[in-house]
Every structure is written in structure tokens, then in C-alpha cells.
């Protein structure tokens, strides 16, 4: 089945520390992009790729940082410069950067304690 | 800039009642409109879009949405809710055409009662 796969499902990390979130689709798709979500603000973008080997900041990328080297990966990481880390992260992709749908993963809770 | 306003955060409706959520935009330009759907703990999976053409849209799930550009909203209803439908939904918007940023709206939850 293609899809959008995030792992893990839930992390904990102490403040202080560098966390790597999963992202990996094998739809086969151009465009990739990273939301946080918080109750109450809906979807949040922090990063997005258009294509292998370029990104984008969003629109919160401050503490955080990505890379696109493989079509299929977009790792973000949450970096000990965010100041407010605790939140939901949700995965997407599209067929391209100007195909408006797209397709989210399961997403990954962070909590930092 | 684009905007989305999703006017209640909260609706609760009996079983089999008709539901309708709401959604309100600004843009200066074309639109693209989307509603998703999130079910706790997971990702937002797509009901419905509108792109152009016909301004009523039928989407999964027995779900519709309206466009209606002189009021810049795309309400989204359902004749009749089911337990299942429990869930979080949010409107989207990005301006037509090339890349554009979607914008989100802040979700509705739509709680259904036995």
C-alpha cells in the first residue's frame, strides 16, 4: 500500500536534547512538507520541500531543521533552540508542489519533559 | 493573505441529525477549498476539495461542502451524522494556480451524541 509513514508514534526527550522526527511516502511524490499542531491553532507549517535537495522555511521554522536528500525522506529536526517543543508533528506530501492536495502520515507526539 | 475562519470550535449533534460546519475565507484571488478530517491521535485524511467547476461538492463519507464565493464559504453538511463521525475537521485554503501555501483553519469538533 503506498502511504505516508512517521515514526515513532510517540517520543520523549529531555530539554536540552536534539530530536530527529521520521518521514518517509512512497507515493512517489515531489513535494513534502512539516506541520505542528497545538489544540486550538490548527495546522502550522515549519518547513516544506518542493523537490530532492531543496527546502524551504514555513511559516514557525525558527528551532528547527529539515533535509531532502532522498525523494522519499524528509527528516525534521526539533532542535534544543525551540522553545516550545511539546506538540504534535504531522507529515505531508503532494504529487508536486503546485498539486494543492495533500496526504498526511499518522503524525508523531513529542512531549519534552 | 490568505485566510480561513472556522466560526465553532465545538458542535455537538445527535445520531442521525444533519450537521452542518462551518468555514469562511478571504483571498483577493482563485481559490483552492479543502476539508479534512482527524481522528484522535491520527493524521488529517481528505473528505472533500473543490478546485473549480461545480460549487457542490460531494465528498467521502457522505459529507458535501458548498462554494459560495460571493459569501467567501464553503460549509461543509451532512444529512445525517453516525457515531463514527466523531471526529475533527478542518477547512483549508490556498490561492489557485503554481505553488501556493494552504492555509488551515483552527478545526471544529464535531461531537456526536447517542
Known amino acids: 500500500d503506498g502511504g505516508i509513514t512517521q515514526s515513532p508514534k510517540y517520543l520523549f526527550r529531555k530539554e536540552g536534547q536534539n530530536v530527529t522526527l521520521s518521514c518517509e511516502q512512497n507515493l512517489n511524490h515531489d513535494a513534502m512538507y512539516w506541520y505542528r499542531q497545538d489544540p486550538g491553532q490548527g495546522l502550522r507549517l515549519i518547513y516544506y520541500?518542493?523537490?530532492?535537495?531543496?527546502?524551504q522555511k514555513g511559516d514557525i521554522a525558527e528551532g528547527y531543521s529539515v533535509s531532502r536528500e532522498k525523494k522519499e525522506s524528509f527528516p525534521l529536526t526539533v532542535t534544543s533552540a525551540q522553545k516550545n517543543p511539546t506538540a504534535f508533528y504531522l507529515c505531508?506530501?503532494?504529487?508536486?508542489?503546485?498539486?494543492?492536495?495533500?496526504?498526511f502520515g499518522p503524525g508523531t507526539r513529542l512531549t519534552v519533559l | 493573505a490568505q485566510s480561513v475562519t472556522q466560526l465553532d470550535s465545538q458542535v455537538p449533534v445527535f445520531e442521525e441529525a444533519p450537521v452542518e460546519l462551518r468555514c469562511n475565507y478571504s483571498s483577493s484571488v482563485s481559490v483552492y477549498l479543502f476539508w479534512y478530517v482527524q481522528y484522535p491521535n491520527q493524521g488529517l485524511q481528505l473528505l472533500l476539495k473543490y478546485l473549480s467547476g461545480s460549487t457542490l461538492v460531494k465528498g467521502i463519507n457522505g459529507f458535501e461542502a458548498e462554494f459560495n464565493k460571493s459569501q467567501t464559504s464553503f460549509h461543509l453538511r451532512k444529512p445525517s451524522v453516525h457515531i463514527s463521525d466523531t471526529a475533527e475537521y478542518f477547512c483549508?485554503?490556498?490561492?489557485?494556480?503554481?505553488?501556493?501555501?494552504?492555509?488551515f483553519g483552527t478545526g471544529t469538533k464535531l461531537q456526536v451524541i447517542p
Open positions: 505531508a506530501s503532494s504529487i508536486s508542489a503546485d498539486h494543492n492536495e495533500q496526504f
Open positions: 520541500s518542493q523537490i530532492v535537495n531543496d527546502f
Open positions: 483549508a485554503v490556498s490561492d489557485a494556480g503554481g505553488y501556493q501555501k494552504v492555509t
